[in-house]
Structure formats: structure tokens, C-alpha cells
């Protein structure tokens, strides 16, 4: 029954996950082409040192590649931030070539038309003519690219992310599948889960450890018939490290984030220990964010002994990115 219950939980999840990749490998196809790159080329660090150049000449400073290729999290890390960022990406470069691609419509036309003004003013008398009429192509190659600079800055300007970005708030409902003997005989309710991931932390590879909190309610009521076995309703709370793993497990692509997690945790009964996972679906450019979580927990019962539960919850968060 428990297997059923985790299979009707995570199946609709990961089928849902199963991204059609076509409309990405055209769009991957799309940013090669700007780069110059080969189709079907691997995205190794030759790929990422032109990516990079490409943007400083547009004056285009991404902080996520400040970290280097290896630092970065190497070709998996390198992979993974281009599904991110794809779209902007390719918009960024399309935006550019239509820009250039106008500036030399236009210079063309000029010229065809300046051309056509001398040959006309040859067959005239007043040759210094010519030289009033070549002055002007100077000045309006001049007026043109200065709205590509301050298109340039708005871009750089745009790129910034939030000091908060990577702040997360998750609120969810949650039920033991699995308890130990100690509470065995007890009956287990739905209870709430508070989560906080902070944006704090520190990058190793492509892994990136950050600070948390989180508190969650347990309850677990002894049979009436039994007078000898106590109740158990509190809650615990504690500090807890978030390791996203979102690089080294692709499943789902760039809309879903997996972390796993490890915390200390603090009740009325006693202290332990807490470690599971979250598989986070996030809404399009919404801050707003589906979860699944499971935690174990293993907690020192005055009177009782150390004792665990595992248990499944689902929720809603908001993710500031």
C-alpha cells in the first residue's frame, strides 16, 4: 500500500518532467549559429570561452559565468546554465543581428542614394555640390550607433540579479508512511512543514550549499485501550543545510530543482536529526513554486527511546530568482 501511495505521488511528476527536446536543440542550434560554432558541437570550454567573449563585446556581464568553466561546474555545469538561460540568450544575439542587420540596410540605401545624388551632380556645372552632399553620410553613421550603446547598457542593466535571489519560502502537508516500533502503535495525522532556504551559501563544483530553517508539526495519538503508551504531539525546529543537486541530476530539465537536505532538529520531547529531499516545479517566470518533499526524522522520546518516521508532504512555495 505504502509503494502505491509513493507511485501515485512522484509517477504524474515525473511523466510531467519528460520535456520535449526539439524546440530546445532548435534554439540550441539557433545560439551555435550565432556563435559561429559548428552544429551539433559539444558545449565544452571552447564553447564557453566564445559565449563569454560573444557577450563582453556586447558589453554584457553575466555573473553566472563569472565563476570560470571548472569552478562553474564544468561541461554539466555549463550545460545546465545554458537550458536556463536559453531564451535570453538567443533573444539577446537575435536582437543584436536584426539590429545590424537594419544598420547595414541602411547604410547600403544611404550609399545607393548618395550614389545616385553625384551622378546626378556630375552632368552639373557646380562640382563643389559633391562635397555638401558626402558630408551628411558621416554624420548619419554617427546617429545610428549610438542607440545600439544605450541598448548595449539597458541589456547590462537588465542582467542583474536580486540580492535575494535564490530566497525560498515553502509551506506544506505532510504524513508518516513509515514509523519505527516505539511508534507503532500510534495513530499519525496530516501536519504542517515550514521550510526557508537562504540565499547564503557557498559553491563547490556544481553543487551549491546553502543556510536554512525549517520547523514541522508531529503528531502521533496512543491507542485508549492501551494506557501504558503515551502520546506524542509538539513540533521540532532547527538550522538545516540545502545542497542543490540541479546540475548532477538533469531529470526534468531547467523547471524543476532538486535539493537534498540535513538539519538538527529540537522539540519538547527531545533533540535529533532530519535529512531528505525536495523535487521543486517551478511556474514559468511566476515566483510561485509546487513541491514534494520526505523527510526522516529520528528523534530521542523521553520515557520511549530514539525513534524515527519517514513521511511524504506536498506544498506551495515562493521563489525569488
Known amino acids: 500500500m505504502k509503494q502505491c501511495i509513493i507511485t501515485a505521488i512522484f509517477l504524474p511528476i515525473y511523466l510531467f518532467a519528460q520535456d520535449t527536446s526539439s524546440v530546445y536543440n532548435q534554439k540550441l542550434d539557433q545560439l551555435r549559429s550565432h556563435l559561429g560554432i559548428i552544429e551539433n558541437g559539444e558545449l565544452d570550454i571552447r564553447v564557453y570561452n566564445t559565449l ?18 571548472e569552478w562553474g561546474g564544468g561541461k554539466a555545469g555549463f550545460e545546465a546554465y545554458i537550458k536556463n538561460n536559453i531564451d535570453r540568450l538567443v533573444s539577446d544575439f537575435s536582437l543584436i543581428s536584426s539590429e545590424l542587420d ?71 502537508f505532510g504524513k508518516p508512511l513509515a514509523v519505527g516500533s516505539s511508534l507503532s502503535e500510534h495513530t499519525s495525522y496530516f501536519d504542517p512543514m515550514i521550510s526557508v532556504r537562504t540565499p547564503i551559501g557557498i559553491r563547490i563544483g556544481p ?44 531529470i526534468g530539465g531547467p523547471k ?19 535529512g531528505g529531499y525536495d523535487l521543486t516545479m517551478f511556474l514559468g517566470s511566476f515566483p ?5 518533499s520526505s523527510r526522516m526524522n529520528i528523534i530521542t522520546f523521553d520515557g520511549v527511546g530514539t525513534s524515527y518516521w519517514v513521511s511524504a508532504s506536498a506544498g506551495l512555495g515562493i521563489d525569488i530568482r
Open 256 to 274: 524543476f530543482g532538486k535539493y537534498f537536505m540535513v538539519g538538527l532538529t529540537s522539540s519538547d520531547y527531545g533533540s535529533g536529526f532530519v
Open 288 to 292: 510561485i513554486s509546487l513541491s514534494v
Open 102 to 172: 537594419s544598420l547595414r540596410n541602411k547604410t547600403v540605401s544611404d550609399s545607393l542614394m548618395n550614389q545616385s545624388s553625384t551622378d546626378s551632380s556630375k552632368a552639373m556645372p557646380k562640382p563643389i555640390l559633391i562635397e555638401e552632399r558626402i558630408e551628411p553620410v558621416e554624420d548619419i553613421s554617427l546617429e545610428i550607433e549610438q542607440p545600439i550603446k544605450n541598448e548595449e547598457k539597458t541589456k547590462n542593466i537588465s542582467t542583474k540579479k536580486s540580492k535575494l535571489s535564490g530566497l525560498r519560502i515553502n509551506a506544506s
Open 52 to 69: 563569454v567573449e560573444s557577450l563582453d563585446s556586447l558589453g554584457i556581464k553575466d555573473e553566472q559565468l563569472q565563476d570560470g568553466f
Open 207 to 250: 553543487v551549491f550549499t546553502s543556510l536554512g530553517y525549517e520547523t514541522s508539526m508531529f503528531s502521533f495519538e496512543a491507542p485508549a485501550e492501551i494506557d501504558t503508551v503515551s502520546s506524542y504531539f509538539g513540533s521540532g525546529s532547527g538550522p538545516a543545510l540545502f545542497f542543490d543537486i540541479s546540475k548532477i541530476i538533469k
